[in-house]
Nanobody, 122 residues
């Protein structure tokens, strides 16, 4: 059983920053790669970022490279997506994701959080 709980969504001005957190069950956090997807209005769900279990390798979608940073906090069983220089096109529901390999997680997830809304105003 894997449970993922997201927090940190909200409304932010373009150019601003926002941090999203996802807390996983302890066992799942220790053995699974973690990441984030997002789905904007009228759009298909797309990959955002992923990190392996040891935080050695990270992957980012081209659209967020240089602006978003994904990290793990083992003490809190939490991954954080720090989003900087946000753009209106970043507006979406963001979903925490988990899977056995970060490289595979880029293409889909075995487990999903409930989603948290991020809205970026112009």
């Amino acid at each position: 059983q894997v449970q993922l709980v997201e927090s940190g969504g909200g409304l932010v001005q373009a150019g601003g920053s926002l941090g999203l957190s996802c807390t996983a069950s302890k066992r799942a956090f220790n053995v699974y790669a973690m990441g984030w997807f997002r789905q904007g209005p009228g759009k298909e769900r797309e990959f955002v970022a992923a990190i392996d279990w040891a935080a050695v390798t990270t992957y980012y979608a081209d659209s967020v490279k240089g602006r978003f940073t994904l990290s793990r906090d083992n003490a809190k069983n939490t991954v954080t997506l720090q989003m900087n220089n946000l753009k209106p096109e970043d507006t979406a529901v963001y979903y925490c994701a988990a899977g056995p390999q970060a490289s595979r997680l880029r293409y889909g997830s075995d487990y999903w959080g409930q989603g948290t809304q991020v809205t970026v105003s112009s």
